[in-house]
């Protein structure tokens, strides 16, 4: 019993071993592009800035579409409502929770300009962690209702 009880550990830390991330074989390189961006680059890199909580989720394949009520807006988002897209991936899952609010830094789409992205590498967070970041953006504009 003890054979095989040694048999079973041994098997199961050669298992973490084998499949475990090796940390080492990242490059600073990737490192650096999915590096937090300060908020001065996330503002200017994004097609709309805005606090809002979330209302609903749409699935379609790969892509999740929330629909945002939009509370404050800094840039880009002036109605009501918003919709935001997050194309999911092995190494991406979408983290928006339906109820949750949020300060977003989406950005466009380069083939469709009108609708809007976010995902690995924003600069997104909870709206309960984004002091920081909305003391620097400064003052918000209110949204206007949706037509």
Do not use: H
């Amino acid at each position: 019993m003890k054979v095989l009880r040694f048999a079973v550990v041994c098997c199961l830390i050669s298992t973490f071993f084998i499949f475990a991330p090796e940390t080492k074989s990242v490059s600073p390189e990737i490192l650096k592009r999915c590096a937090n961006p300060p908020v001065k680059e996330a503002y200017k890199n994004a097609k709309a800035v805005f606090a809002g909580k979330i209302l609903s989720v749409a699935e379609d394949g790969d892509v999740k579409t929330f629909t945002f009520n939009v509370e404050k807006n800094w840039k880009g988002a002036s109605s009501r409502q918003i919709k935001v897209s997050v194309r999911e991936t092995m190494r991406y899952q979408a983290w928006f929770q339906v109820g949750k609010r949020y300060l977003v830094y989406a950005r466009s789409d380069e083939n469709e300009e009108e609708k809007l992205w976010d995902g690995r590498c924003s600069r997104t967070k909870l709206l309960e962690d984004a002091s920081n970041d909305i003391k620097e953006l400064g003052k918000a504009k209110k949204p206007v209702e949706n037509n």
